[in-house]
């Protein structure tokens, strides 16, 4: 059973009736019991707010400490993603510079090899020219020395 401070504040006590108990000193003790036993129910209750306040915190900052957990962990992720992304897009752009230098090579080789045969065709032209003009000089010096003779 519990016992309040009110309850004690009410308790009777019988008198006896030789050698009874003094009932102002009764009085007197329970009161002075009652406050004590108010102050510590006070207390205790204060005691438990506390406590249940300082759970609630210990809750809070444990919930807080695995939200940042959590989101270092993310950030981590993220990092490494954007990492790993870059280098991939790195690779890429190099692949990329890679393929365009082989196909400008080609073209340079392709476009020389087409000047190289140009020329090769003009000097074959210069000379076929150079056969062509003393063959014609020829015949003319000869129509001339031809017409002088007659």
């Known amino acids: 059973m519990k016992i309040t401070p009110l309850d004690i504040q009410q308790q ?3 008198g006896k009736m030789l050698g009874g108990l003094d009932p102002d000193d009764v009085d007197s003790f ?3 019991v009652a406050a004590e036993m108010e102050g510590l129910l006070r207390e205790n209750t204060d005691l438990k707010e506390q406590a249940a ?3 609630r915190e210990l809750a809070d900052h444990v919930q ?3 939200d940042l ?3 270092m962990l993310a950030a ?3 990092t490494d993603e954007m990492k790993l992304n870059a280098q991939k897009e790195a690779e890429l752009i190099v692949s990329e510079a890679q393929l365009q230098a ?3 090579v080609d073209e340079a080789e392709r476009k020389a090899a087409e000047l190289q045969a140009k020329t090769h065709e003009l000097r074959r032209q210069r000379l076929q020219f150079e056969v062509d003009f003393k063959a014609l000089l020829d015949s003319y010096g000869r129509m001339i020395t031809s017409a ?3």
Do not use: C, Y
């Open 12 to 14: 009777q006590f019988k």
């Open 30 to 32: 329970l009161q002075a």
């Open 53 to 55: 306040r300082q759970s």
């Open 64 to 66: 807080r400490e695995k």
């Open 69 to 71: 957990r959590e989101t």
């Open 76 to 78: 981590q992720r993220i």
């Open 102 to 104: 082989r196909r400008l």
């Open 148 to 150: 002088e003779q007659q």
